[in-house]
């Protein structure tokens, strides 16, 4: 009889240490990584691009991309310049469907892209050049070119892994 009392408190014990363990393991946070890169064109075309990753673990859980493309003020063919940029990015983006949106404002296109899925995306394939007020709109497709950069929900980075990844191309990440 002397024995089961003795075991009350260890038992009492290990379950209250087992409790402490799943609630920390439950109460773990997703990292967010926040990069973004600001590159300047011919007539001073900016596209501006920030990429936020949820992560976690050794995994991207999620994406939220956002590409904004900014004419200056005075840029001749104002109008059908932004509609044909507009144009490119939503016929690149298509295939995302309703995750992703082209939106014009004031002298800018927005490309909107949010993924939580198998869902690719590319970053760094947009280029921009002049011809005499005609504006020139190159996006590299192409998954495989190593001048892009490919990302899809499941790749598994570190958190490190990832900003390095991507400050060697140019980002800077938080």
Do not use: W
Not at 138 to 143: A, E, L, Q, R, V
């Amino acid at each position: 009889m002397n024995t089961r009392k003795s075991m009350t408190l260890p038992i009492i014990l290990t379950f209250l240490f087992i409790c402490i363990i799943i609630y920390l393991f439950t109460s773990i946070k997703q990292t967010v990584v926040t990069c973004d890169k600001t590159t300047t064109f011919d007539s001073d075309i900016r596209l501006e691009e920030t990429v936020v990753a949820n992560m976690d673990g050794k995994k991207i859980n999620s994406l939220h991309v956002v590409k904004k493309v900014s004419l200056p003020s005075n840029y001749p063919k104002m109008e059908e310049s932004l509609t044909a940029i507009k144009n490119s990015f939503h016929y690149t983006v298509e295939y995302l469907g309703d995750k992703a949106s082209c939106t014009l404002s004031n002298h800018s296109v927005v490309t909107d892209i949010e993924v939580s899925q198998d869902e690719l995306v590319l970053l760094d394939n947009v280029s921009f050049e002049d011809n005499l007020g005609e504006i020139g709109i190159h996006i590299n497709t192409n998954t495989k070119s190593s001048e892009v950069i490919a990302l899809q929900v499941g790749d598994t980075y570190t958190n490190g892994e990832f900003m390095k990844a991507l400050k060697n191309k140019g980002y800077s990440c938080a």
